[in-house]
């Protein structure tokens, strides 16, 4: 079993940066590709990214490819996903998720656990 918890959201002006982080309890969390997902209100949740369980191999969504940066320290349990050059599009509740299957999904079908959410408003 792992537990997720996710930080570091907020509210932010368009053009400004974030950096949401994700605890994971356990001490099994390299054991895990780790992701990203996101959901609007009124929307399904969607991916964002996701990386490998050494880190080795990150995937993102095209929406923010080239804003958005994934990664990890196994070391502390924590994943994280740095958000710069935000979007009023980008407003929606974040959340992680943990994959036992070892790869980087970017379904929800692909992962077994997932964290509370941490809420993201960017204001244009």
């Known amino acids: 079993q792992v537990q997720l918890v996710e930080s570091g959201g907020g509210l932010v002006q368009a053009g400004g940066s974030l950096r949401l982080s994700c605890a994971a309890s356990g001490r099994t969390f390299s054991s895990y590709a780790m992701g990203w997902f996101r959901q609007a209100p009124g929307k399904e949740r969607m991916f964002v990214a996701a990386i490998s369980r050494s880190g080795g191999y990150t995937y993102y969504a095209d929406s923010v490819k080239g804003r958005f940066t994934i990664s990890r320290d196994n070391t502390k349990n924590t994943v994280y996903l740095q958000m710069n050059s935000l979007k009023p599009e980008d407003t929606a509740v974040y959340y992680c998720?943990?994959?036992?299957?070892?790869?980087?999904?970017?379904?929800?079908?692909?992962?077994?656990?997932w964290g509370q959410g941490t809420q993201v408003t960017v204001s244009s």
């Open positions: 998720a943990a994959s036992s299957g070892g790869y980087a999904p970017s379904t929800t079908g692909g992962y077994d656990y």
